[in-house]
C-alpha cells in the first residue's frame, strides 16, 4: 500500500474544490439560502481545519488522542477477557477474527461503561465542558443545542437528546433539525469498541491506529454538524443561550446502572447482528440477480472487471455504488486509483449502514484492494456517522417520544438530516485528504 507523500499543491485544490462542493450541495437543499450565516459557516469550517491539522501535525494533541485510543484497545481487551471465560477456547483468535465474538462483544460493556460514568455525572461534566467550548468558538448557537451536539460525539443519537428532553418540546425547527443532524454526523461511544475491533482485527499498532482516527472524525464532526444545520435550516428565531443538561439520573445506584447498561448493551449487539445478517444477505441476493445473471449472460462482468483491472470481479451493487459516488470521491481527494472502491463504501454506508460498511472496508483492505494508504484513512472518516435510511426512522421514533406535538415536524425533517449528516462525515474526509497529502 502507498503512503502519503505529504502535503502538496494538488491536494490542497481538490480539497478546496471538495469543500466548495459539499458546501454547494448544502446550499442547494437550503430553505432559506438569503439567511444563512456566513460568519458562522466560516467559523465552523476554521474549527474543524484547525482540529485536523492539529491531530496530524500538533505533537500533544496527536498524543492525546492515540493515547485515548489506546485506552479504548485495552477496554476492548479486557471484554476479550469476559469473551474467554464464556466461551473457553472459542474465544482465541488464532484461526481468524470472529465478528461476532470479537467485535459485537464489546458493545456490552462499552454500554455498561456509558451508563455507569452517566450514573456517576463524568459524561455530564465532559459533555458540558466540550458544549461550552463549540458555544464559545461558534457563536449562535443555544445552550440546547451546545449540549446535544457536544454529547452525541460521546452518546448516542437517540440518547444525547434526553440531556435536554425538557427542551425539545419548545424547540423550533431549526433547533430540532441541529439535533438530528449532530446525532447522523457522529456515532455513538458505546459502537466505538466494535469499529476498532473489527478493522484493527488481530494488530495492537492498527486498532490504536484506527482507534485515533475514529476518535478525531467524532470530534471533527461537531462543527461540520452546525455548519450543515444552519445552512440548510438557517435559524431565524431567538435562543435560549443558557442550558443546563439534565444530570439527574434515573437508577437509584451504580449496580442498577450498570445493569440498565448490559440490558441495553445486549439489545444493540442483538440488533446490530440481525440487521447485518439480513442486510448483508440482500446484497448477496441482489448481486445474485446483477452478477450472476444479468452481468453473467450480458458479459458485463467481464467489462466490469477489464476496467477496474480486476479490483471488481463484476456487475455488482458494490460496483454500481462506486461508480456512482466516483465524481463526488474525486471531488474530495481520493486518489484516482481507490475512487470507485471509497465511493462504493459511502454507498453502503447510506443505504444499508456503517457496520455493513466498515466490515465490507476491512474484507478489502485485508485483500490488498486499496492502492494508497491515504483512501483508507480518508474511508475511516468518511463512514464515521450514523447517517443512513435505517437511523431516520430511528431518530424520528426516538424524537417522537420525548416530543410528540413535535411528531410530523420530525418526521418532515428526517431526510434532509440524513443528507446533511452524509455531508459532514464527506467534509471532515475532505479536509483530512486535503491536509495530509
Not at 458540558?128 to 458555544?135: D, I, Y
Not at 464559545?136 to 460525539?153: M, P, Q, T
Not at 435510511?389 to 421514533?397: K, T, Y
Not at 440524513?418 to 475532505?430: D, E, K
Request: charged letters at 10%.
Amino acid at each position: 500500500m502507498i503512503e502519503s507523500s505529504g502535503f502538496d499543491g494538488l491536494s490542497l485544490l481538490r480539497g478546496v474544490l471538495g469543500m466548495a462542493a459539499v458546501l454547494f450541495i448544502a446550499w442547494l437543499f437550503s430553505t432559506d439560502r438569503k439567511r444563512i450565516d456566513w460568519r458562522l459557516v466560516a467559523s465552523g469550517l476554521f474549527l474543524q481545519i484547525i482540529m485536523a491539522l492539529s491531530i496530524l501535525y500538533v505533537p500533544f494533541v496527536g498524543i492525546f488522542f492515540e493515547y485515548a485510543g489506546k485506552i479504548f484497545v485495552k477496554l476492548i481487551s479486557f471484554t476479550q477477557e469476559g469473551v474467554a471465560f464464556l466461551l473457553g477456547p472459542y474465544a482465541s483468535r488464532e484461526n481468524g477474527m470472529v465478528f461476532l465474538i470479537h467485535s459485537l462483544t464489546s458493545l456490552v460493556f462499552f454500554s455498561a461503561l456509558v451508563s455507569l460514568f452517566y450514573h456517576w455525572g463524568v459524561i455530564q461534566r465532559i459533555v458540558g465542558a466540550f458544549s461550552w467550548l463549540l458555544r464559545r468558538a461558534l457563536r449562535g448557537i443555544s445552550g440546547a443545542e451546545g449540549l446535544v451536539v457536544a454529547g452525541n460525539v460521546f452518546l448516542g443519537m437517540t440518547e444525547a437528546p434526553v440531556m435536554i428532553r425538557n427542551y425539545i418540546p419548545a424547540m423550533n425547527r431549526s433547533e430540532l433539525f441541529l439535533i438530528m443532524v449532530s446525532g447522523m454526523g457522529t456515532i455513538a461511544g458505546t459502537v466505538m469498541g466494535a469499529y476498532i475491533g473489527m478493522l484493527g482485527g488481530n494488530d495492537p499498532s492498527a486498532q490504536v491506529f484506527f482507534a485515533k482516527h475514529l476518535l478525531s472524525a467524532s470530534v471533527m464532526a461537531a462543527p461540520a454538524a452546525i455548519v450543515f444545520a444552519r445552512m440548510i435550516y438557517p435559524q431565524t428565531e431567538s435562543v435560549a443561550v443558557q442550558v443546563a443538561a439534565a444530570t439527574k439520573s434515573e437508577h437509584k445506584n451504580a449496580i442498577e446502572a450498570l445493569a440498565s447498561g448490559v440490558s441495553l448493551g445486549i439489545k444493540l449487539m442483538v440488533n446490530i447482528a440481525a440487521m447485518l445478517l439480513v442486510f448483508i444477505a440482500l446484497v448477496a441476493l441482489v448481486n445474485y440477480v446483477f452478477e450472476g445473471i444479468i452481468g453473467r449472460y450480458t458479459g458485463l462482468n467481464g467489462w466490469v472487471a477489464a476496467v477496474t483491472g480486476g479490483k471488481a470481479e463484476g456487475f455488482t451493487v458494490q460496483f454500481m455504488l462506486g461508480a456512482v459516488m466516483s465524481p463526488l470521491m474525486w471531488l474530495t481527494g481520493v486518489p484516482a486509483d481507490d475512487m470507485v472502491t471509497v465511493g462504493s463504501l459511502l454507498g453502503q454506508k447510506t443505504v444499508l449502514n456503517e457496520f455493513v460498511a466498515y466490515f465490507q472496508m476491512q474484507q478489502w483492505r485485508g485483500a490488498g484492494m486499496f492502492v494508497y494508504e491515504k483512501s483508507v484513512v480518508m474511508s475511516t472518516y468518511l463512514l464515521c456517522g450514523f447517517a443512513n435510511v435505517a437511523s431516520v426512522g430511528m431518530l424520528v421514533g426516538g424524537l417522537s417520544i420525548m416530543a410528540p406535538e413535535k411528531r410530523s415536524v420530525i418526521a418532515g425533517l428526517g431526510f434532509k438530516s440524513m443528507i446533511a449528516g452524509t455531508l459532514v462525515s464527506i467534509l471532515s474526509a475532505t479536509i483530512i485528504g486535503m491536509i495530509s497529502g
